[in-house]
């Protein structure tokens, strides 16, 4: 049972809503996730409320706003990125469309004062941002207590009062005081006494899982991922080996010798549904419509598998391994935008889910945690520090392009018209890339905030052709092209691992985009990142002399014009690029 929640976090929207409730209970104190026009006299048992970030303008028809109550009833506020703005504007201050958003890193420079919201924390320090308008004036009895260098108004409070909101995002691991930031409100403004303990939570899953599948049985599709297997290994021990099964799905969508390590992973039936799934993507381009192919191809599967081994009664339930990120991108929250639809979560799986045919243990988990979960369980770090992969494989990281176009030369660089998924602002954008002449992260980072429409910067390592003869070409999935990605992703998990580089990353996707010319018309990007959940990213350089030979074995694969390296943080840019 849950004690009540001490702190209550407000859905204004944001991509980080419950990661601002997950963080306040890995300070020990429990947190739960309501609508944020929930009525002020429902929300008097906490000690504090937060108010999240979100993609919306406070002058945006319906958008999401809080009850004024909850300002004048004694309870401690923070309002984070959207909720400073809700605040403000609640409060009589003024909202502002800014000349140019903050996606990524800035710097803040806070006061110095005795304000326990603040104790400790003065100085200059790495925060996150991710939005476009801000507060030009405070409401009465604010101070202004830190700027960054586009942002005269990014930390407010009223002592007196205890309101208190920033414009940065605490909660996420990339500002590096984040966590002191959130401390501060809920054990010393709000005073909140422990009350939650995040470990030891393998027997609290497993008794949920009891609970959901009750007396039927578990049918598992296993992708050899992190979350997947956990997932299954937790329903086996929770079930019973004899009464979870499962099968891994080869999708003629997956990297090099990937059914080759799951089927030595043991206690698996494997299927080569290769044709199921390439037939109905080819000659498509967009990726929602990508994913959403491959989401239901799953549930035909799932259904014809399930219906010749007589498991499609009510005597079965599926099992996923979907976890927090994947549902919070696909519009998990109550006024989230939809960033890219997970293919657990496509139209066939939301039935099965409204009619309880579905068990997800990992559903309210991070991927940290999910690995956390899986040294609970004595699962092998080679499963366990695999880098993430997506559902949809390698059709995701295989861009298309409905027809040839040029490149356009601008004073920023060159923008290349193959469109990438971003989130800027917690929205989704789909946007061109923007090739600069340099491996430059501030130049990056610059340009994404001053240049409308884009959200992505690449910068050329070695190409075959120089990039102003290049062009887009039109392009789809393919066997041959999926055999070429295939060949450079092996190459790149090779000397990756070889270097001990992949144990430097959280993630290293390689795309390949249309980009090139007659006789070679690809490029591959290269795409290492750190993180620690998913929901935010920083791109990470690598060595030199490991690039250089990278990029010399990526040139030979056939059809292959250039190498780019991805210079894009999360946000503005998503990990993947579909």
Known sequence: MNPNPQIIVLDAGGQYCHLEARKVRDLGVYAEVRASETPAEELSGARGLIISGGPASVYDAGSPTVDPAIFANGQAVLGICYGLQVMAHVLGGEVRHGEKGEYGMATLHLDETDDPMFAGLSGAQQIWMSHRDLVGRVPAGFSIAGRTDTCAVAAIGDRARRLYAVQFHPEVVHT????????????????????WDPRHRVPLIEQEIRDCV?????????????????????????????????????????????????????????????????????????????????????????????????????????????????????????KASVIKTHHNRVAGIQ??????????????????EVREVGR??????????????????????????????????????????????????????????????AIDHARATAATNRVRGVNRVVAPVETHTQIHDMAVRTAAISPARLERLRKADAIVRRLSHESGFDRKVWQFPVILIPLGSADAPDSIVLRPIDSVDGMTAQSVLMDAKLLSEMCGKLLEVAGVAGVFYDLTHKPPGTIEWE
């Open 176 to 195: 590096t005081r984040g966590l002191d930031y959130l401390a501060n409100f809920v054990l010393k403004v709000c005073a909140c006494v422990p009350d």
């Open 376 to 437: 609970e369980l004595g699962l092998p770090g080679s499963l366990l520090e695999r880098h993430p992969f997506p559902g949809p494989g390698l059709a995701i990281r295989c861009l298309c392009a409905k027809s040839d176009a040029p490149l356009e030369r601008t004073p920023d660089g060159w923008i290349i018209p193959v469109r990438s998924v971003g989130v800027q602002g917690d929205a989704r954008t789909y946007a061109p890339v923007l090739a600069i002449d």
């Open 351 to 368: 039935k099965l889910i409204a009619a309880g045919r579905i068990v997800e243990p990992l559903k309210s988990f991070y991927k940290d």
């Open 214 to 334: 009750g007396g039927r049985k578990v049918f598992f599709f296993v992708s050899g991922g992190v979350d997947s297997s956990v997932a299954f290994a937790l329903c086996r021990r929770a079930s019973g080996a004899d009464r979870a099964r499962g099968v891994y799905v080869d999708t003629g969508l997956m990297r090099e010798g990937e059914t080759e390590f799951v089927r030595g992973l043991g206690g698996l039936s494997i299927e080569d549904c290769s044709a199921q799934f390439l037939e109905p993507l080819e000659g498509v381009t967009d990726p929602e419509t990508k994913r959403h192919i491959i989401g239901e191809e799953f549930v035909r599967v799932q259904e014809r598998i399930m219906e010749s081994r007589s498991l499609a009664d009510e005597r079965w339930i599926l099992g996923q391994g979907t976890i927090y990120p994947d549902t919070i991108e696909s519009g998990g929250t109550a």
